[in-house]
């Protein structure tokens, strides 16, 4: 058949395949879709309490991101950076509840490469995984809680955490540890408009210059330290008068 083509047998097969409805229509005037619909703008995370954490959870998140990003000779750390309170808006959210994943059966164990597989949303990773925690020290330490510890006993727990060798129950040490330090990494270098990198101190600690809109005039400035103050999806203070 000289006169078919792939394209031909391609669209034929398409238009055979879908409800006469479904087919290609022309838009005159107006856009098929609404703007920003699968995209909001992101909520602005306030200076409000702790909106997820109960007292117990907060101070070991607080005492956890304390050991994990401190503060020392290089600059502020996670608590000066309010990564507890990034990571306690992303729990009261939509990625605390896992609505973005899929998060059904079967739960047969499933291989490292295969990332998060546990049966719980985030937020009921964090509710179920920080109590088994100090109860687990609680043992090892006679009643203490994680937050009631040394920062060597601090950073020994934790390393038994990360190591999946600490006995949390039906909760895989393991698996709570990746999360907690991929949402601690986060809340250090994330935009300020989600409630951690307060002030750009993880920005400023590297020389990221944020969401800048024009970095034309230092794109081939190589080995250059950038002059200028960096910039979140707010803007800085100095544009804001405060």
């Known amino acids: 058949m000289p006169n078919v083509t792939r394209r031909g047998v391609l669209v034929t097969g398409l238009l055979g395949a879908v409800p006469a409805a479904s087919a290609a229509a022309v838009f005159r005037g107006e856009m098929p879709w609404t703007g920003g619909a699968a995209a909001p703008n992101p909520q602005i995370a306030s200076d409000r309490a702790y909106i997820f954490f109960n007292p117990q959870e907060a101070a070991f998140v607080e005492a956890a991101v304390a050991r994990m990003i401190p503060n020392d000779d290089l600059g502020p750390g996670g608590i000066e950076a309010g990564v507890p309170e990034f990571i306690d808006r992303q729990l009261a959210g939509e990625f605390g509840q896992g609505v973005r994943w899929y998060m059904q059966g079967p739960w047969s164990k499933g291989e490292d490469t295969q990332g998060y597989q546990s049966r719980l949303t985030p937020a009921g990773m964090y509710r179920a995984a920080i109590p088994a925690i100090d109860a687990a020290v609680g043992k090892m330490f006679t009643g203490k809680s994680f937050a009631q510890l040394s920062g060597d006993e601090q950073d ?80 800085r203070p100095a544009w804001q008068g405060s």
């Open 156 to 235: 020994s727990v934790l390393s038994k955490i990360e190591n999946g060798q600490l006995d949390l129950g039906k909760i895989e040490a393991k698996s709570f540890f990746e999360m907690f330090l991929q949402n601690a990494i986060e809340g250090f270098w994330s935009d300020p408009i989600y409630g951690g990198n307060k002030d750009m101190i993880g920005w400023k600690l590297i020389g990221f210059p944020g969401a800048r809109y024009d970095n034309r005039d230092f794109v081939l400035r190589h080995g250059e330290r950038y002059p200028l103050p960096p910039v979140g999806l707010k803007g």
